[in-house]
């Protein structure tokens, strides 16, 4: 969403003068964050970087050496590899675990979260006495088409006889929609507004080449059996 806002901001057709930003959960590049510094000149405070999922809406959060630091008395966070085994501090982890300590009424323990994390092995300089590492994982679900960037958020893809409907980019300008339906009877009448109100999305964003099909397929799933309801081309999350 950053992005997007960035290069609105860029190309003068953005009017707002934000004071803060404060972004959680997505990979931030350092990129990104000098082109937000740049095009956004009315910021007084540094832009705030934390770290969140659904499961636990305050896991970690950035010190000024750009190091994230683990709310160790809310979570414990552990970098584990393919079979949930710890790995040692200096090495990249193949996801992580999450146990919320702060949850009694629907308790998260050891809970995949498929971010790959890489802990430090010295103490953080700013002093904090929280472990610190680095996010590697997730790159953000933008969706890209040519020159252009959509947020997953642009798509109403919502229909009352689907459980969950998801649309998958398979090549840059192929996408195709997969549904969890309630109503077997007529597919067809289901799937065709949702392939209509994406295909306008796409039109308004002068992206009139695109190709939305309709798939029999289930909805994909990640491997830590995440659903994501907007798949980009070489999503890894
Ligand atoms: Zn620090």
Same mark, same amino acid.
């Given at each position: 969403m950053l992005e997007i806002l960035t290069r609105e901001k860029e190309a003068g057709r953005l009017e707002i003068e934000p004071k803060f930003f404060k972004v959680a959960?997505? &990979?931030f590049t350092a990129e990104l964050r000098n082109r937000v510094e740049k095009a956004f000149p %009315? =910021? #007084?405070?540094? $832009? =705030?970087?934390t770290y969140a999922c659904t499961e636990c809406l305050f896991m970690a959060f950035e010190c000024d050496c750009g190091r994230q630091h683990v709310l160790e008395d809310w979570v414990i966070l552990e970098a584990v590899d393919e079979n949930n085994q710890p790995v040692r501090d200096g090495e990249l982890s193949t996801t992580a675990l999450l146990t919320v300590l702060s949850n009694h009424v629907q308790p998260f323990i050891r809970y995949n979260i498929g971010d790959r994390l890489r802990f430090y092995r010295d103490p953080c300089p700013c002093g904090s006495p929280f472990r610190s590492f680095q996010i590697e994982g997730r790159q953000a679900t933008v969706v890209r088409v040519g020159n252009v960037t959509l947020s997953p958020l642009a798509f109403d893809l919502e229909h009352d006889s689907a459980q969950r409907v998801q649309l998958v980019q398979t090549s840059e300008c192929v996408f195709e929609v997969r549904a969890d339906l309630l109503d077997h009877e007529n597919p067809d009448q289901i799937f065709e507004p949702i392939m209509q109100s994406v295909s306008e999305v796409f039109a /308004?964003?002068? =992206?009139?080449? @695109? /190709?939305? #099909? /309709? %798939?029999?397929? +289930? +909805?994909?799933? &990640?491997? %830590?059996? /995440?659903?994501?309801? @907007? $798949? +980009?081309?070489?999503c890894d999350a």
């Open positions: 959960g997505e &990979t %009315s =910021l #007084e405070f540094r $832009i =705030l970087d /308004k964003n002068g =992206l009139v080449d @695109v /190709k939305v #099909e /309709k %798939s029999n397929a +289930p +909805p994909h799933l &990640t491997a %830590s059996g /995440k659903f994501h309801e @907007v $798949i +980009p081309l070489k």
